[in-house]
């Protein structure tokens, strides 16, 4: 969630808009001060007069260095600093300019680090024109350490206040020209900072204090109290400061993995509308958009999946995104009814359009409920015409039961609805209904943009001609023979005149189902 810096107080802001240049400038006091713990005690041959101008020279350049250090992060930091400036003001920034500050806020750890070893290295050289060219070791070294510390330092500080604000929703891999550092040189970078160099440097301490010695500069003993004293302070200095630096790398690391972690915990909990905040764009960064990713993915086939079941049944639904519907067909054996509203041509042209829609509505929703409720599927409605399917996609050994029991209960719903419609001052609806089972094609059919789960082949088409033959028996509910044959101890049934049908040479015996 991004933060609403509208609610922020003036010194709240100012630490926000600032924090970046205030981290920076923390960090080389740090190193500063402990460039100064390190060179006193390797200050013991030099003259009064060089120390007081070392001093002095220390000041200026610190004053120097602290002023370049503002007017050049002021200046690099200029999108970024509008952004925040419109954010608080509730504008959204110009695009172009809200690319910018996010390119410039994900390289200025990188700018920094590069300012302060130039800072450094310079310095580093001019304090070794004063004193000696030895001391060039202890001022790179030192260098180095406030480098990685303000690279570290400045990427929390932006990992905790700038990214939050500037990424709401994540995306920082996807920001053109921007350098990033992987895990494995972060390590690295981490063994460096906290062995390698504390190391070297005390190997230089003692290289430095052997060669005061040869040149007869301190005595022994003074030479073994100045050792004990000076890598004692050195090592306590650099146990504070891998501490430090540790625990801005263990921040780095922990922070996007446990968000990670709660996102992961909420998704697997069916909380599709988890959304895990990216702080970084290195590999965890990468984990946490992907799995945002995935997510929106997961989301947005539920979307297609509830959407689909609108206009698809759920069963059809769930058989074809779970890939169990071949898309080149198959055969399977199923039962099929077809119902049809009879008299509905006349009932148009004398009903009102929205009670006819509502009496449509009406007698549709109520006879898809009971199919659905014995196990059918609706296939589709065709004006007032319905086809459904026993069976298929999943099979059912008892589906030719199924199929007529179905159609005695929608006998029964039928007159249910004419008696709430009576009460309403409506017309009296009438229904055939045609059943017959056997072989049919189910396949996805249709063109290359819009397809549909429909059966084909000579058992659909007498199924719906069984249907239409209501209209000359003056029945509801006919069925063939192969379903009266199959059911004639479960059901009564009424031997109907065979009569020829279209699509069929010999004439069709079907059969009433009786109440």
Same mark, same amino acid.
């Given at each position: ?45 030099? #003259?009064?007069? $060089?120390? +007081?101008? =070392?001093?002095? @020279? ?7 260095? *602290? %002023?370049? !250090? ?109 350098? #990033?550092?992987? $895990?494995? +040189?972060? =390590?690295?970078? @981490? ?7 504390? *190391? %070297?440097? !005390? ?313």
């Amino acid at each position: 969630m991004k933060p609403d810096i509208r609610t922020y107080g003036k010194l709240r802001y100012f630490s926000l808009i600032n924090s970046m240049l205030l981290g920076n400038i923390f960090v080389n006091f740090i190193g500063d001060f402990i460039t100064k713990i390190f060179f006193a005690h390797r200050s013991l041959t030099l #003259s009064d007069g $060089l120390l +007081t101008l =070392l001093r002095h @020279l220390d000041i200026t350049y610190g004053t120097i260095s *602290l %002023a370049v !250090i503002c007017i050049i992060t002021i200046w690099y930091e200029r999108p970024i600093r509008r952004c925040i400036r419109n954010f608080a003001d509730g504008i959204d920034p110009d695009p172009r300019l809200l690319d910018s500050a996010r390119r410039r806020l994900l390289n200025e750890p990188f700018m920094v680090v590069g300012m302060d070893i130039f800072i450094w290295g310079f310095g580093t050289i001019l304090f070794a024109f004063f004193t000696s060219p030895k001391n060039l070791g202890m001022g790179i070294a030192c260098g180095l350490i406030t480098g990685m510390m303000a690279f570290f330092w400045v990427e929390h500080v932006s990992q905790h206040n700038m990214v939050p604000l500037f990424f709401p929703d994540g995306g920082l891999s996807k920001v053109k020209g921007v350098r #990033s550092v992987n $895990l494995q +040189t972060r =390590l690295v970078a @981490l063994v460096f900072a906290v062995s390698i160099v504390p *190391l %070297a440097f !005390i190997h230089l301490t003692i290289g430095q204090f052997r060669i005061m010695l040869v040149n007869e500069k301190v005595t022994p003993f003074m030479l073994a109290e100045s050792i004990q004293k000076t890598i004692a302070v050195e090592s306590l200095m650099f146990m504070v400061i891998s501490i430090l630096i540790a625990m801005l790398v263990l921040h780095h690391l922990r922070k996007p993995v446990v968000e990670i972690i709660r996102t992961m915990s909420r998704v697997r909990k069916g909380d599709l509308n988890a959304k895990a905040v990216v702080y970084t764009n290195d590999e965890i960064g990468f984990a946490g958009e992907a799995l945002n990713s995935m997510t929106a993915g997961l989301r947005e086939r539920e979307l297609i999946k509830n959407t689909f079941g609108r206009y698809v049944d759920s069963k059809i639904r769930d058989e074809i995104l779970n890939g169990n519907i071949p898309l080149d067909g198959e055969f399977k054996e199923a039962t099929i009814l077809f119902a049809d509203l009879r008299d509905f041509t006349p009932l148009v042209d004398k009903t009102a359009p929205k009670e006819l829609i509502h009496l449509l509505n009406d007698y549709l929703n109520a006879m898809a409920e009971t199919i659905k409720e014995h196990g059918g599927l609706i296939l589709q409605f065709i004006g007032d015409e319905i086809e459904a399917v026993f069976g298929a996609p999943i099979y059912n050994p008892n589906h030719v039961h199924y199929a007529v029991q179905a159609a005695l209960s929608m006998r029964k719903r039928l007159e249910e609805i004419n008696r709430n419609h009576a009460l309403q001052g409506y017309a009296t609806l009438n229904h055939g209904i045609g059943i017959h089972t056997g072989t049919v094609l189910a396949a996805n059919i249709g063109s290359s943009d819009r397809t549909a789960y429909s059966l084909i082949g000579s058992t659909v088409n007498l199924a719906s001609r069984i249907q239409d033959l209501n209209k000359e028996f003056g029945t509801d509910i006919l069925v063939s023979s192969k379903v009266a044959e199959e059911l004639e101890k479960a059901f009564v049934f009424k031997p109907m005149p065979a009569i020829k049908v279209k699509g069929k040479s010999e004439p069709v015996q079907t059969f009433s189902l009786e109440p």
